[in-house]
């Protein structure tokens, strides 16, 4: 990552692309304030869970081993977002499921569609629907269970 960028998102793009791809992928375009509160969210923590040492402060290895084995301190703000966060996405689970269980219903009432899709065709969709689902679930549950635990 360019230099310009700051030390928290240095850190932190993977948690956002995680998080980001299947909220943008099931959500972005019927559920734009919903997208747009989780993005929020995943940026807000990434940048509460990443702090840049001060200038000059140096540890070494070990200090730094023993330091994140004794001691876990997370804010109350960073396991409140952490519980936001885990809602937004169980949230956008519940609206995608419900989105997908819809069109999937429609396209079964419609016989004509029905006769020209494929069976590949109407795996794939089913197993997108499911792994569209599942993302969201275990994203929103990970949250969930790092916010109340305070981890």
């Known amino acids: 990552m360019?230099?310009?960028?700051?030390?928290?998102?240095?850190?932190?793009?993977?948690?956002?692309?995680?998080?980001?791809?299947?909220?943008?992928a099931t959500s972005a375009k019927h559920e734009k304030a919903l997208f747009m509160l989780g993005t929020g969210l995943t940026?807000?923590?990434?940048?509460?869970?990443?702090?840049?040492?001060?200038?000059?402060t140096s540890l070494a290895a070990a200090d730094e081993k023993a330091a994140l084995d004794g001691v876990l301190l997370t804010s109350a703000g960073n396991r409140l977002v952490r519980l936001a966060h885990g809602a937004c996405f169980l949230l956008a689970a519940l609206q995608f499921t419900r989105r997908w269980a819809a069109s999937t219903r429609d396209a079964e009432a419609n016989t004509a569609a029905q006769e020209q899709r494929s069976l590949a065709a109407s795996a794939a969709w089913t197993a997108l629907g499911w792994a569209g689902t599942l993302a969201l679930c275990y994203i929103g549950s990970k949250m969930f269970s790092t916010g109340y635990h305070g981890q």
């Not at 990434?46 to 840049?52: A, D, F, I, M, N």
């Open 2 to 24: 360019a230099a310009f960028a700051p030390f928290w998102l240095q850190k932190t793009w993977p948690l956002i692309a995680v998080c980001g791809v299947p909220l943008a």
């Open 43 to 56: 940026v807000l923590l990434s940048k509460l869970t990443y702090v840049q040492p001060a200038d000059g």
